[in-house]
């Protein structure tokens, strides 16, 4: 049993990591600090290593795995629903994972495996690795989503294959002759070394997809402002337009007013007025959020659409460009794509600050047809999640924060309310 | 009885504003009497003297003082923090210490009879709640605070202490039992605080700052009550702006 003992406490690390992994995806806050989730993996790796020790009893194994991941939920902040099934969750992979490698392994026919001593030091390092691959797979899966990173399928398929390959060819060098607890540990390690590494490479990959995706958006964001400069341009010399005519618009005014006719002076009045207000949709004076509308809204030139602006801000915002970009550019997107495949167009947007918060309320028309049976609405909750490109995106940034965004539907109306605090 | 000013140096726009406020109180039930001035400056020294506004209809960009400047005045020098401002404004682009005097809200140039009439009567309905009096039992005595002039009620064991502009007093009482007897602008944003949710200055997401500069705490659970009713109350605002 030594043999067991030996590749059971060695490869005890990345068991303890693969359930970090799987923790870290399914919750994304806290509770406490980063010392005290290490602290807690730390003494459940101490304790499941001393343990073996003492029994080795199968369903006594498998309680205190599943005693420590329920108590651990509470490193994070989440609803109590969530500790409950999160943890049965993680639990049920650790064990479907440890059933599959135990009946794909069973199926082996290598001569070390009728050794049973190697057979269960070998058994223990295969699910081990295995649960470490699994584990990183799905946490990489969620994160890409979450983060709307759009990462080629065929990058998730080499990575499988790689790490699968070693395993195999780890399997297959166990067939030679005369192998020793030695050399099979050693194989192991390598293994574990090849697969660590892999993750390793992995991550930097990620994290540059990560800043390429935030180079992309600078740069869109760069377009957009180039236009709103150009809008603003363009305004300023229809305002010294406007000047040199405001004689001619006297004259005619003078003589509208000799005359008494106030229609037709009412009608030339607005006029005068459209003219001054330009053809750009927003003039909040809030370069950001100016920029931004204008550009957005401009894909609705062509469109006959609805459109109530009522913005009430401060010319400067201690809310980073960044973000507010992020919010207000993903909140007019979704918008304007339900809008342009609604019948009846319609867009609402109000942003004001109140007690230190800037508050964007956002109503636009969609064709929603909600799945009414017996009287409920059966997929009200996929369409929220339709509406949903880049929503994550919005919610990372209000993080910052601490805002939120709420959103509300009717049967044809969806409607979005930002909160963000702007005064620490 | 509702009193408003009205200031702004172009005369013809306070006429116009004057115009649709006479014709509102035809319109109402509620007597009305208005003030006009044509500098910020007048304002500030009438109100030295006279009594303060309900309602003040501001352009912000005045002559020599802004609209800012007297607003700022109104409420740090005079203390006042019931009259109701609502600025008038031609410019593209607000400053930030324009939301930090709480306006009720922002009318722009051209004026809007509908739009104006519209702020005038959600300044009628916050006052007419404003007005109200909450009373409670100290000893033998029953003591009489204007809705107004509260800011929080704190829970100290089986003691309630009011906060108010003019400082606090401690009685016998609960706060479900007071929040019961409040209008629903009172919110509970912790288990032991009752507070005037107009009397906030800034509502952070953990804490709510009060006009008088204390902080009070917002528990995690109750900061979504807190929320709904900034967005209400912003609603409310927006509905009256459009």
Do not use: W
């Not at chain 1, 359930?19 to 993996?41: G, M, N, P, W």
């Not at chain 2, 709480?102 to 007005?131: D, G, R, S, W």
């Amino acid at each position: 049993m030594l043999e067991y003992n030996i590749a059971y406490i060695l490869t005890n690390p990345i068991f303890v990591f693969a359930i970090f992994k799987l923790y870290r995806t399914f919750f994304d806050k806290l509770a406490y600090s980063k010392r005290v989730e290490k602290a807690s993996y730390f003494l459940y790796f101490v304790f499941i290593s001393v343990i073996i020790f003492v029994t080795r009893i199968p369903i006594i194994n498998l309680i205190i795995t599943a005693l420590f991941l329920f108590i651990n939920s509470f490193n994070y902040k989440s609803s109590l629903q969530r500790k409950i099934i999160i943890p049965s969750l993680i639990l049920s992979i650790l064990f479907v994972i440890e059933m599959i490698v135990s009946v794909i392994f069973g199926y082996i026919d290598i001569s070390i495996v009728n050794d049973s001593s190697f057979n269960s030091a070998v058994g223990i390092i295969l699910i081990r690795v295995v649960t470490l691959i699994v584990a990183y797979l799905i946490n990489k899966l969620m994160q890409a989503r979450n983060n709307n990173l759009k990462i080629p399928k065929i990058y998730y398929l080499a990575f499988t294959v790689i790490q699968m390959g070693t395993l195999y060819l780890y399997i297959v060098s166990l067939e030679s002759n005369n192998l020793s607890i030695q050399s099979i540990l050693m194989r192991g390690a390598i293994l574990i070394i090849i697969n660590l590494t892999m993750i390793l490479i992995d991550e930097k990959i990620y994290y540059s997809m990560v800043i390429q995706s935030e180079k992309q958006m600078l740069k869109e964001q760069n377009i957009v402002y180039e236009k709103q400069i150009k809008l603003m341009d363009q305004s300023t010399r229809a305002m010294k337009v406007l000047k040199h005519d405001m004689k001619n618009h006297l004259t005619v005014l003078h003589g509208i007013y000799s005359k008494r006719n106030s229609e037709e002076s009412d009608v030339y009045f607005q006029r005068i007025i459209d003219e001054i207000e330009g053809n750009d949709y927003s003039q909040s004076g809030n370069f950001i959020i100016d920029s931004m509308i204008n550009f957005k809204l401009g894909q609705l030139r062509k469109t006959n659409y609805q459109l109530s602006l009522d913005l009430n801000i401060p010319q400067k915002l201690d809310v980073s460009t960044y973000d507010l970009t992020v919010i207000l550019g993903n909140l007019l997107d979704n918008a304007i794509t339900a809008i342009k495949k609604a019948d009846r167009k319609l867009l609402d947007l109000s942003i004001s600050c109140s007690m230190g918060n800037l508050i964007i309320i956002l109503k636009n028309s969609y064709n929603g047809p909600l799945k009414i049976e017996n009287g409920k609405f059966l997929s009200t909750k996929k369409n929220k999640e339709n509406h949903g490109i880049g929503l994550s995106n919005i919610k990372q940034s209000l993080n910052n924060y601490d805002g939120e965004i709420r959103l509300e539907y009717s049967k044809d109306i969806f409607s979005a309310h930002v909160i963000i605090p702007y005064i620490n | 009885m509702l009193n408003i000013a009205i200031c702004d140096d172009n005369e013809h726009i306070c006429s116009i504003i004057e115009e649709i406020v006479i014709d509102y109180n035809k319109e109402s039930d509620i007597e009305i009497k208005t003030e006009v001035f044509y500098s910020g400056e007048k304002l500030v020294e009438y109100l030295k003297i006279e009594d303060k506004f309900d309602l003040i209809f501001l352009d912000i960009e005045l002559g020599n003082t802004t609209g800012i400047d007297v607003a700022r005045h109104i409420r740090n020098e005079f203390n006042d923090h019931i009259s109701k401002i609502v600025f008038i404004t031609s410019k593209d682009g607000y400053e930030q210490e324009l939301f930090e005097v709480q306006p009720l809200n922002f009318i722009k140039k051209p004026i809007n009879n509908i739009k104006l009439k519209k702020c005038i009567q959600l300044a009628i309905k916050l006052l007419k709640i404003e007005n109200k009096s909450f009373r409670y039992k100290k000893g033998h005595d029953i003591i009489r605070v204007a809705i107004k002039d509260i800011l929080y009620f704190e829970s100290k064991g089986k003691k309630i202490k009011i906060v108010t502009y003019n400082g606090s007093n401690y009685f016998y009482d609960s706060l479900k039992n007071i929040k019961e007897k409040l209008p629903k602008v009172f919110i509970k944003p912790h288990g032991s605080f009752l507070i005037n949710f107009n009397k906030v200055k800034a509502l952070k997401s953990k804490c709510a700052l009060m006009e008088n500069g204390i902080e009070i705490p917002i528990s995690q659970r109750r900061l979504n009550n807190m929320r709904n009713m900034l967005i209400e109350f912003e609603q409310e605002k927006r509905d009256a702006r459009i």
